[in-house]
Nanobody, 126 residues
Framework: VQLQAYGGGLVQTGGSLRLSCAASGRPLSGYVVGWFRQAPGKGREFVGAVKWSGGRIVYADSVKGRFTISADNAKNTVYLQLNSLKPEDTAVYYC????????????????????WGQGTQVTVSS
């Protein structure tokens, strides 16, 4: 599956953004779609993920309560709503997908994901 992430930008502390991850090539049923981010000079960090079939969603503790993942089946698109943004949320955000069939397992490790979109930059000014 091909993924395209977009929607990043520059916002002030406390602001909001909505990132989109549009999939093409095949439906996302049976997939897990994850969001990761990479800040300058740091490794890629798990943000959250959604199991397409069943709707199970998990979040990293660092974003729980501030970020929300949702999915639009008709548009084959996953969203990441970023609220109450902080300067430490500044990073390139990536979406990734892994086909897990009917398993309820939601992977959190970067190396478990197969398909990746290009990143979209989120910059939060203080």
């Amino acid at each position: 599956v091909q993924l395209q992430a977009y929607g990043g930008g520059l916002v002030q502390t406390g602001g909001s953004l909505r990132l989109s991850c549009a999939a093409s090539g095949r439906p996302l049923s049976g997939y897990v779609v994850g969001w990761f981010r990479q800040a300058p000079g740091k490794g890629r960090e798990f943000v959250g993920a959604v199991k397409w079939s069943g709707g199970r969603i998990v979040y990293a503790d660092s974003v729980k309560g501030r970020f929300t993942i949702s999915a639009d089946n008709a548009k084959n698109t996953v969203y990441l709503q970023l609220n109450s943004l902080k300067p430490e949320d500044t990073a390139v955000y990536y979406c990734a997908a892994k086909f897990t069939m009917f398993s309820s397992y939601v992977p959190r490790a970067e190396n478990e994901y197969v398909d990746w979109g290009q990143g979209t930059q989120v910059t939060v000014s203080s």
